[in-house]
């Protein structure tokens, strides 16, 4: 059963930072591309930023180019997401998949707010 869980999100001033983990169990972490995703109140779910099976290569979003960072551990079975220079507009449920499966975890609430 493929299961993912995220954690590390919280409540951050703009400007500042977080760093997401994603924990997977299921499935052979290192045979399949991750992604993070997210969805805002009242928004659709959005790609954030994705990383291929050896994390030899990665995408973003042009809303997080440059302030977000996606890395993963194939040893550890653990994905991660920094998230630097955070903006209001970032504020939402972090969620990470695989891209080989339908499943999706709980998610992370983070929130950008002075």
């Known amino acids: 059963q493929v299961q993912l869980v995220e954690s590390g999100g919280g409540l951050v001033q703009p400007g500042g930072s977080l760093r997401l983990s994603c924990a997977i169990s299921g499935f052979t972490f290192s045979f399949y591309a991750m992604s993070w995703h997210r969805q805002a109140p009242g928004k659709e779910r959005e790609l954030v930023a994705r990383?291929?099976?050896?994390?030899?290569?990665?995408n973003y979003a042009d809303s997080v180019k440059g302030r977000f960072t996606i890395s993963r551990d194939n040893a550890k079975k653990a994905l991660h997401l920094q998230m630097n220079n955070l903006k209001p507009e970032d504020t939402a449920v972090y969620y990470c998949k695989c891209e080989f499966f339908s499943s999706w975890g709980r998610g992370t609430q983070v929130t950008v707010s002075s």
């Open positions: 990383i291929t099976r050896a994390g030899d290569s990665t």
